[in-house]
């Protein structure tokens, strides 16, 4: 059985580039990035799921290392995990909220460009 911890969201190695970088997604949602390091061979992870908190600063940081890219994306999934269930250092209910509220107005405002581009295109 192997000592690498399981991971439960879709992680997919971006192609080419000189470092291994992952992202990984919860459906739709990205919520992380995991790169091999430049200097050792740890790797960096980032939980990039955190536009709309409104005072990152209150909050740990949403970044580690770890010795394996597949210890490194569980330790991501558990930081994303803890951010929507509130027990992340510093995460709070009002936080999770703005943050939820500025996913669902990003997906908005995309599909309004998208359908004003189509009208665009029809319009010729």
């Known amino acids: 059985m192997s000592d690498q911890p399981s991971i439960k969201y879709k992680w997919k190695k971006e192609p080419g580039g000189v470092w291994e970088i992952y992202h990984g997604n919860d459906g ?64 709070t209910k009002e936080e999770l909220e703005n943050l939820l509220g500025q996913e669902r107005f990003l997906k908005e405002r995309r599909e309004q460009w998208r359908r004003e581009e189509e009208e665009e295109k029809r319009r010729g």
Not at 30 to 35: F, H, P
Not at 36 to 51: E, L, R, T
Not at 68 to 73: C, P, T
């Open 28 to 91: 739709d949602r990205r919520i992380g990035r995991v790169e091999g390091a430049v200097v050792g061979k740890h790797f960096n992870w980032y939980m990039n799921f955190q536009h709309g908190i409104r005072d990152l600063s209150k909050i740990q940081g949403l970044y580690g290392t770890a010795p394996s890219a597949r210890e490194a994306a569980a330790a991501c999934e558990a930081c994303y995990d803890a951010v929507l269930d509130c027990t992340w250092p510093g995460m």
